[in-house]
């Protein structure tokens, strides 16, 4: 590939075409114009509760990663942010990393920027596929998805996880916040957690302070959080599922591994199970639990999940208007008795070609877009994010 070549990324089909001729560059020119059609059609649900037929609100939320994103989740339609995710402010900054009133900064433009909608707030977690800088790097460990990322790299850091946690607290005056805790498995770890999160508060108080009052939730996204959540459900307000590590962490599959990634599969009856045991047991808990991983976002699997019970969607804020779509046209009632023999299969329906139409509807990429590229330039195809560089 060249300087200026074409290259076409077809989210959809999971293609990318370099140089294509000029019968492929008007197909997929056509492809976009359709999309943008779509979307138009879409815009006119901005407004539109996310109700289904038979009277079930839905809670769509948007994950963003700056607090500049806020602004595109208001212009979608979000009615919160379900995942900020903290991790972005600690990374690119040559190992050094943000101080308090930096954090602090950083998360009260986020809340304000919701405009006084609910922000959920989650601890750094860096590791694995996200290092913080090029001295931390995948080669430099063993299996970087098993090993010092998330709450474990907090844990190991108590000064470092401390100015988090006092910032976002300070924030939260704000607006209305929530502290997300990710990679959570034993009950030792939510008990330290607990207490960094008690002694922050104290810190403040003694500095005199103010905070607010803040919800505190754990991601289930390691099979053991989602097999031991009566000890969750004992120690925080809500669970949010993390579906792309739940995925990974069941099936052993490592989703960045190009020679396995065939076998991730988030229709497997072991996810699905623990995905809907999650949901089930924190309804009857009265402990509120969204999906904030990418099943949320795909409409594939939106009425799935409505089936299952979960009424708490956060995605990215490209996807909650297609996702409303299938929302308004779903009946979660007569959906909950298809979701149940769903469960009940022993192979994996998004493995089987006579089972994928019905499960899966048309397939769509993560931000439902095709991308037209030119090597080294970006062409804007879609909202703000959703570009793709080569």
């Not at 960094?196 to 505190?216: F, Q, W």
């Not at 097999?227 to 993390?242: Q, R, T």
């Not at 509120?288 to 969607?313: I, P, W």
């Not at 062409?379 to 080569?390: E, I, L, S």
Request: some cysteine; overall charge neutral; charged content about 25%.
């Amino acid at each position: 590939m060249r300087q200026d070549d074409w290259v076409i990324i077809d989210g959809d089909a999971g293609v990318v075409v370099v140089d294509p001729s000029a019968i492929i560059l008007a197909e997929y020119g056509f492809k976009q114009r359709q999309n943008e059609l779509d979307r138009g059609r879409l815009t006119r649900l901005l407004h539109t509760p996310a109700v289904t037929m038979d009277g079930q609100e839905v809670e769509l939320l948007a994950n963003i990663e700056m607090p500049e994103d806020a602004a595109g989740a208001i212009k979608a339609g979000a009615v919160g942010v379900g995942l900020f995710r903290s991790e972005f402010l600690f990374m690119g900054r040559q190992g050094k990393l943000p101080n308090e009133e930096d954090q602090y900064q950083a998360y009260k433009r986020a809340i304000e920027g919701m405009q006084g909608l609910p922000v959920t707030i989650r601890t750094v977690d860096v590791g694995a596929d996200k290092p913080l800088d090029n001295s931390l790097r995948d080669d430099a460990y063993f299996n970087p998805v098993l090993g010092l990322r998330a709450i474990r790299w907090s844990l190991a850091d108590p000064a470092m996880f401390l100015t988090q946690l006092r910032a976002i607290l300070r924030a939260s005056v704000h607006g209305p916040t929530k502290l997300l805790i990710p990679m959570l498995a034993h009950a030792h770890e939510i008990r330290r957690t607990v207490a960094l999160i008690d002694r922050a508060r104290a810190e403040l108080d003694n500095r005199g302070i103010a905070y607010g009052a803040v919800k505190i939730g754990a991601m289930i996204e390691i099979p053991a959080a989602a097999l031991a959540l009566k000890v969750f459900l004992k120690y925080f307000d809500f669970l949010s599922i993390g579906t792309n590590d739940l995925i990974q962490y069941t099936l052993a599959i490592d989703r960045a591994d190009e020679s396995v990634a065939h076998l991730y599969d988030p229709m497997h009856p072991a996810v699905l199970g623990l995905v809907a045991g999650t949901i089930v047991q924190g309804k009857a808990a009265g402990k509120d639990v969204s999906v904030c991983g990418e099943m949320a976002g795909d409409v594939g699997f939106t009425r799935l999940l409505l089936g299952m019970g979960l009424r708490s969607f956060s995605m990215h804020p490209a996807q909650i208007l297609a996702v409303k779509q299938e929302v308004l046209r779903a009946d979660a009632g007569k959906l909950a008795e298809w979701a149940v023999q769903v469960l009940a299969q022993e192979e994996s329906p998004g493995r089987r070609r006579a089972h994928r139409g019905l499960l899966h509807g048309r397939r769509r990429s993560p931000t439902g877009e095709t991308s037209l590229l030119t090597a080294g330039k970006r062409r804007r195809n879609g909202p703000k994010g959703t570009d793709t560089a080569v």
